[in-house]
């Protein structure tokens, strides 16, 4: 069945009831398959959805151990790079990538600026998380770093 319905009304010679069958006749609106299947727009649409969301999704492994009797926690996660923010002072080179993390963009540090990744790459990273006490002079700050993990050095430059 062909899912595009011929204009009838053009041709002077088509009878009124090939008209109204033209018009009557289902439009279907999506894809069909190699084996005749039918998909449709809303098929479509959610898998597209659910592409773009594991395209940029990050995956993280959380860990916890302990440092003088101390725990604190991190995680090593993998995400795509959403943007790259490159700056470059007096040839002092500073990197950081913007990441997608628990659905919020997240800036990694690059404290080395010793790999250079374009946007949409995969890179790999460690969150922190810092729980200081109430009683120090910081009085309960909890902080969130996100640093560069296993970076590949692509310019011999920045080595030492």
């Known amino acids: 069945m062909n899912p595009l319905r011929p204009n009838l009304s053009l041709n002077p010679d088509a009878s009124p009831a090939a008209l109204r069958a ?3 006749a289902p439009v279907r609106l999506g894809i069909t398959t190699a084996t005749g299947e039918y998909v449709g727009r809303f098929s479509l649409a959610i898998l597209l959805l659910l592409l773009a969301a594991s395209a940029s999704a ?10 003088d009797g101390k725990p604190y926690s991190f995680e090593t996660c993998v995400a795509r790079v959403d943007d790259v923010i490159k700056v470059n002072a007096d040839g002092y080179v500073q ?4 990441v997608q993390y628990r659905g919020q963009r997240l800036v990694v540090q690059d404290p080395l600026s010793s790999a250079d990744h374009a946007v949409g790459e995969q890179i ?5 998380k810092l729980d200081l006490p109430r009683d120090a002079p910081s009085r309960g700050v909890r902080s969130l770093y996100a640093i ?8 011999e430059k920045h080595r030492p």
């Open 22 to 24: 033209v018009r009557s």
């Open 148 to 155: 560069i993990h296993d970076p590949k050095p692509t310019d």
């Open 124 to 128: 790999s990273f460690v969150v922190g």
């Open 95 to 98: 990197i950081s990538y913007i």
């Open 58 to 67: 990050e995956e993280c492994i959380a860990k916890t151990e302990s440092y």
